[in-house]
Every structure is written in structure tokens, then in C-alpha cells.
């Protein structure tokens, strides 16, 4: 079992910027990770993802904004979060597939990000 620990959330002013991070405490070369968010009384959806190897792909409406990243040397994914909006407010959660135990999938417990003046 492969656990996912969040930081890195808070309260920031609009045009403001954080940084999360995701450290899995095993196997982390071997994800592929990500980060949903989810905003109250809506859908949880993908914000970004990054392979093994480095490849990212983000959600239409972040790119430019948000930038994920990796470390496998440190079993951390970390997640810049710049010029955040209101509508940016939602729970992050982490995220972790592995491709070679047929995707099997690992949530963090999730980190409030709130976006406010």
C-alpha cells in the first residue's frame, strides 16, 4: 500500500501563489502522479498529471498558471499555484497510478486551498 501525504495548503489573496506537495512513502518512481481539486457542490477534476518520465498534461483552463512537477529523489510531486483566482478554492487531492499493478490508484487525504481577500 502506497500512502500520499498532502502540504502546502492555505488562505492566499487573489493573484497570490502556493505550492503544494505530495510525498508517497513507497514506489514513487513507478506512479504516474496527479492533482484533482474538488469546490463545494461540484465534481472533482483533474488540474494536472505527470508521467514516470516527466511528461505533463494540465487542465485547458490552468495552463500557464499552475505548473507540476516532480522529485523522485525525494518521492515528491509539487504542485505551483500562480495568480490564483476565487474560483481556484476547492480541496486538492493527490493522486497516484501505477501502471504496472494495472493502475491501481492512491488518494492523498486532501489540502484546503482557499482564495480569498
Known amino acids: 500500500q502506497v500512502q500520499l501525504v498532502e502540504s502546502g495548503g492555505g488562505l492566499v489573496q487573489p493573484g497570490g501563489s502556493l505550492k503544494l506537495s505530495c510525498t508517497a512513502s513507497?514506489?514513487?518512481?513507478?506512479?504516474?502522479m496527479a492533482w484533482f481539486r474538488q469546490a463545494p457542490g461540484k465534481q472533482r477534476e483533474l488540474v494536472a498529471s505527470?508521467?514516470?518520465?516527466?511528461?505533463?498534461n494540465y487542465a485547458d483552463s490552468l495552463k500557464g498558471r499552475f505548473t507540476l512537477s516532480r522529485d523522485n529523489a525525494k518521492n515528491t510531486a509539487y504542485l505551483q499555484m500562480n495568480n490564483l483566482r476565487p474560483e481556484d478554492t476547492a480541496v486538492y487531492y493527490c493522486?497516484?497510478?501505477?501502471?504496472?499493478?494495472?493502475?491501481?490508484?492512491?488518494w492523498g487525504q486532501g489540502t484546503q486551498v482557499t482564495v480569498s481577500s
Open positions: 493522486n497516484g497510478k501505477n501502471p504496472f499493478l494495472n493502475n491501481r490508484e492512491y
Open positions: 513507497r514506489s514513487f518512481s513507478a506512479l504516474t
Open positions: 505527470i508521467t514516470r518520465d516527466g511528461s505533463t
